[in-house]
């Protein structure tokens, strides 16, 4: 952590931080849980934050992508190894769930408890923290709003994600109603991405967590 930290301090960063409506992605994790028959498995937010990330990463690669300092190249990576940060009694780790591209939501649940326990059991392997192409971070399983990351080099974005939180809104209507609403952070290397790209690629994610029937439609 110390390593990596003190490198990602020295590269310019931009960020940028969007509300996201999760009512209907809290549905369909309660409908995922309600009908699970599998008792090892418990259906979370994360899973799906994770899938609906890999769809907005095929439209936007260069979010998926790494920064050779020395070549002064960028690396479009085809596989989606999405990270995800985990605070452990040893510190900081970054295990990463391999080819999401290819994963079934179920597939992603199952891999991300594995990953979890290895890591609660300081199990990882070399190849559960190498390779990674862009990290997820949930604070808000800890708690806050949203947090300002720096990206887990040679990657070139990181999300921070904040709680869920039940919010009023104002409608179009004029009138007032509760929506769930999560904040998200997304930390760039501004040496490879701009703020256009960004906030498209954001827009596109969003469109999938607030619609996640489009992950039916859209999925391969």
Same mark, same amino acid.
């Given at each position: 952590?110390?390593? %990596?930290?003190?490198?990602?301090?020295?590269v310019?960063? $931009?960020h @940028?931080?969007?509300? *996201?409506?999760?009512?209907k992605l809290?549905?369909?994790? %309660?409908?995922?849980?309600?009908?699970?028959?599998?008792?090892?498995?418990? @259906?979370t $937010? /994360?899973p799906?934050?994770i899938?609906?990330?890999?769809?907005?990463?095929?439209? @936007?690669p #260069?979010?998926n992508?790494c920064f050779?300092?020395?070549?002064?190249?960028?690396?479009?990576k085809g596989?989606?190894n999405? +990270?995800?940060?985990?605070a %452990?009694?040893? +510190?900081l780790?970054v295990?990463?769930?391999k080819?999401?591209q290819?994963?079934s939501?179920?597939?992603?649940?199952k891999?991300?408890?594995?990953?979890?326990q290895?890591?609660?059991?300081?199990?990882l392997?070399?190849?559960? *923290?190498? +390779?990674? %192409?862009?990290?997820?971070?949930?604070?808000?399983?800890i708690?806050?709003? $949203?947090?300002?990351? /720096?990206?887990?080099?040679?990657?070139?974005?990181?999300?921070? *994600? +904040?709680?869920?939180?039940?919010?009023?809104? #104002?409608a179009?209507?004029?009138?007032? @109603?509760?929506?769930?609403?999560?904040?998200?952070n *997304?930390?760039?290397?501004?040496?490879? /991405?701009?703020?256009a790209?960004?906030?498209? $690629?954001?827009?596109?994610?969003?469109? #999938?967590i607030?619609?996640?029937?489009? /992950?039916?439609?859209?999925?391969r």
């Amino acid at each position: 952590m110390v390593k %990596t930290m003190s490198m990602a301090a020295k590269v310019p960063h $931009f960020h @940028y931080v969007e509300e *996201i409506n999760c009512d209907k992605l809290m549905d369909l994790k %309660t409908s995922f849980q309600n009908n699970n028959s599998d008792p090892n498995v418990k @259906y979370t $937010f /994360l899973p799906l934050l994770i899938k609906s990330l890999s769809m907005a990463l095929s439209k @936007y690669p #260069f979010m998926n992508s790494c920064f050779n300092e020395e070549s002064l190249e960028v690396i479009l990576k085809g596989s989606h190894n999405i +990270g995800v940060a985990m605070a %452990t009694p040893n +510190g900081l780790v970054v295990p990463n769930i391999k080819n999401v591209q290819s994963l079934s939501i179920s597939e992603i649940t199952k891999e991300l408890s594995r990953l979890q326990q290895s890591s609660r059991d300081n199990k990882l392997s070399p190849r559960d *923290i190498t +390779g990674g %192409t862009i990290t997820l971070s949930n604070i808000g399983a800890i708690g806050g709003k $949203f947090g300002s990351p /720096l990206v887990n080099l040679p990657e070139v974005a990181i999300i921070a *994600i +904040g709680r869920i939180q039940r919010v009023p809104h #104002f409608a179009d209507d004029g009138n007032v @109603y509760p929506m769930s609403i999560m904040t998200v952070n *997304i930390g760039a290397d501004h040496r490879v /991405l701009d703020g256009a790209t960004v906030a498209r $690629f954001c827009n596109e994610w969003k469109q #999938f967590i607030e619609n996640p029937e489009l /992950l039916m439609l859209h999925m391969r």
